[in-house]
């Protein structure tokens, strides 16, 4: 400050790149910024870290049969996009069962179970933890028999009868 001035110096300028005052701006999460702790804040979105970006995640299965397939293509679409996050089975499995809900819940129980159950009648011994995808997937088509739509239309077929059927067996 000079003699006769009224406004003293501001100590430090915003763009003062000698500043020490620490901008307000900073996240904790960029490798920029000299905090290289992570957060322990979840992302905004679960698994959000499309490769492509343009990946919807999973509409929630509720046991329809008729929406079984497609729930394990959206599975498979959401799983490529993400593959930086969901790689291992366990993350698969995981992430699929978080996406069924209402009357399926009774897979998710049944999977829960078994995976807490220990992998012998031996004390001290690990417990079986989840299944693979490959075990976990057949075990989903099992229970919610995928169907695809000529096979559904072969067991509507299979099921007319003349009468039910308009008198021509179709």
């Given at each position: 400050?000079?003699?006769?001035?009224?406004?003293?110096?501001?100590?430090?300028?915003?763009?003062?790149?000698t500043?020490?005052?620490?901008?307000?701006?900073?996240?904790p999460?960029?490798?920029?910024?000299?905090?290289p702790?992570?957060?322990d804040?979840?992302?905004e979105?679960?698994?959000?870290?499309?490769n492509?970006?343009?990946?919807?995640?999973?509409?929630?299965?509720?046991?329809?049969?008729?929406?079984?397939?497609?729930?394990?293509?959206?599975l498979?679409?959401?799983f490529?996009?993400?593959?930086?996050k969901?790689?291992?089975d366990?993350?698969k499995?995981q992430?699929?069962?978080?996406?069924i809900?209402?009357?399926?819940?009774f897979?998710?129980?049944?999977i829960?179970?078994?995976?807490?159950?220990?992998?012998?009648d031996?004390?001290?011994?690990?417990?079986?933890?989840?299944?693979?995808?490959?075990?976990?997937r057949?075990?989903?088509i099992?229970?919610?028999?995928?169907?695809?739509?000529?096979?559904?239309?072969?067991?509507?077929i299979?099921?007319c009868t003349w009468?039910?059927?308009?008198?021509n067996?179709?």
């Amino acid at each position: 400050m000079k003699f006769g001035d009224t406004n003293p110096e501001p100590s430090h300028s915003p763009v003062d790149p000698t500043s020490k005052e620490e901008p307000t701006d900073r996240h904790p999460n960029n490798p920029e910024d000299r905090n290289p702790e992570p957060s322990d804040q979840e992302d905004e979105e679960d698994m959000s870290d499309n490769n492509s970006g343009a990946v919807n995640k999973p509409t929630q299965f509720e046991g329809d049969k008729g929406k079984s397939k497609e729930f394990l293509d959206e599975l498979y679409l959401y799983f490529e996009g993400n593959s930086k996050k969901i790689q291992i089975d366990k993350d698969k499995v995981q992430c699929a069962l978080s996406y069924i809900k209402g009357p399926a819940q009774f897979f998710v129980h049944t999977i829960i179970n078994d995976a807490q159950e220990p992998i012998s009648d031996s004390e001290d011994v690990p417990l079986k933890g989840l299944p693979s995808w490959v075990s976990f997937r057949k075990s989903f088509i099992q229970t919610f028999g995928v169907e695809d739509n000529t096979q559904a239309a072969l067991n509507e077929i299979s099921k007319c009868t003349w009468d039910r059927c308009g008198g021509n067996g179709l």
